[in-house]
């Protein structure tokens, strides 16, 4: 299939093959798809299950699976684990009165977020193109993912975060996997400034999620999601909001499988924002008319950004599937996050904003009741060990949560005890009673 950048824009067109972040307008860019070129919507969904019982590299990957609308590269230059192998969980529907609710692990994948997605695409592509070495910029799941693929294509990576404002589990893997990391004084956002001129001035491929083939491999969560739950989508996708990757890569995958005929309705998007973090939330009570960037401040590092770089894309997307945008508080965050701990689908703060904003919604009538809804966890509980300790230590006041005292019910604190058989049997029985 042929595919050109686009502008979203100007609707100005370039070769894949530019070394371009941006339109000379400024605007972002896309990789548009060649429709006219497509395969039926019928041998697509052939080709594509029939995928999953092949033993190659690329089939098993749940995003080189889908290549066709993904990017076409030959098999020995794709880096890959591989990744997007998630499971999609069902949940109990019943307290918030819907018909169905699932939940979709994107944690699952082998750093653990679902950068993982994003990062096969963009480092397989950079590579493709002869890439110097590797930049970005980091609340910490960017960097982990690219410092491991980054690896894997054998090319230098090198990684800004903000000093003190990353998650110690998150900063393990960047070091550990070889990144060059540079702790800056300042935030996610200024950080995304300096690797954007970075990476013109010094020759370095910038993988952030302005970088449209990123967004290639995560618009696969979408795809997976489908063909998981039997070739149908759900009333409402739930995501968490931060610098709108994901929000944007979905919008651009329901668009492009409604051209194709894969599907026929389109779901609402919802994004949650955190409400320390909320500028796409606070721009979507005016209709999108002004953007206000914000300096950002939440228990959940990975949408600590104040300033979002997919923008523009993310407005499209919740425009085309006439989607909401709410914010939560971090109490609330910390609340859902206790609650799908407890079913075992382990997740870091971010991917809690998701239970806690269907929440908000379901009280509001936004979504109604009998509805379906599906929730994307995008990382796993170990990003952020610190929090889920803080949380049931009954500790989250010292992390500067407001709403601790609400949380208290939370805690399932360690208890020390003798270590003679007889007492801990005692102390075992009174547990079960």
Known sequence: ???????????????????????????????????????????????????????????????????????????????????????????????????????????????????????????????????????????????????????????????????????????????????????????????????????????????NSLNPFRLEGQKTIILDSFFQLGQILPDWIVVPGGNLGNTSAFGKALIEMKALGLIDRVPRLAVIQAEGASPFARAAQGNFRHFEPMQPETIATAIRIGNPVSYDKAVRAIRFTNGVVTSVTDGEILQAKHDLDRQAVGCEPASAATLAGLRRLTREQVVRCGESALLIITGNLLKDPDTTIALATGQTAALGVTEASSLAACANEPRHVPSDPETIGRIIEEELQ
């Open 1 to 207: 299939m042929n595919r050109q950048l686009m502008c979203v824009r100007c609707g100005s067109t370039y070769p894949c093959e530019d070394w371009r972040l941006r339109c000379d307008c400024g605007g972002l860019l896309d990789v548009q798809l060649d429709m006219d070129g497509a395969l039926s919507h019928a041998d697509l969904a052939t080709t594509f299950q029939t995928r999953l019982s092949s033993p190659l590299s690329q089939d098993l990957s749940g995003v080189w699976r889908y290549r066709e609308l993904v990017l076409d590269l030959p098999p020995g230059e794709v880096v890959t684990f591989p990744e997007g192998r998630t499971n999609l969980y069902a949940l109990d529907p019943t307290p918030l009165g819907l018909s169905a609710l699932w939940a979709k692990h994107e944690g699952e994948n082998p750093t653990g977020s679902f950068k993982d997605r994003g990062m096969t695409v963009a480092v397989s592509w950079a590579r493709h193109q002869g890439a110097r070495a590797l930049i970005c910029a980091s609340t910490g799941n960017t960097s982990a993912s690219l410092a491991a693929y980054g690896a894997r294509a054998h090319l230098p990576v090198f990684v800004l975060i903000p000093e003190g404002k990353i998650a110690q589990g998150k900063l393990a893997q960047a070091l550990a996997y070889g990144a060059h990391t540079l702790q800056i004084d300042g935030s996610f956002d200024d950080a995304m400034h300096a690797v954007e001129q970075m990476a013109t001035q010094h020759n370095l491929t910038l993988v």
